[in-house]
């Protein structure tokens, strides 16, 4: 599933860094996110993916969690890199308020 990815991360300045990217695979245990600009190996980052409505009028899912970068990866001719991260809590809420209003 191809999907909007937020990551922040700070950098070896302890400057805040914030990139953009798309996913290419997601699971509950991570992202692999396909952007120019790539946090370094094994940086702890917070990342969002940003799920489109699959209905009209739909609101779009978050799913954030922090992760820590596993691997940074050429694939396809783009550069991209692996968060390792649990998404499973979040789904789970998503999931409970869904069961809630039915």
Not at 84 to 91: A, E, S
Request: hydrophobic residues 40%; aromatic residues 4%.
């Amino acid at each position: 599933m191809r999907v909007p990815v937020l990551a922040q991360w700070n950098d070896h300045a302890g400057d805040v860094r914030d990139v953009s990217g798309i996913s290419r695979d997601i699971s509950v245990r991570g992202v692999f996110v396909m952007s120019s600009v790539q946090p370094p190996e094994s940086a702890k980052v917070m990342v969002e993916v940003i799920i489109p409505s699959l209905t009209q009028g739909g609101k779009e899912t978050h799913l954030s969690s922090d992760g820590l970068v596993v691997r940074i990866q050429e694939s396809g001719g783009a550069l991209g890199y692996a968060v390792h991260c649990d998404f499973r809590t979040k789904l789970l809420e998503r999931l409970s308020r869904l069961e809630s209003s039915d």
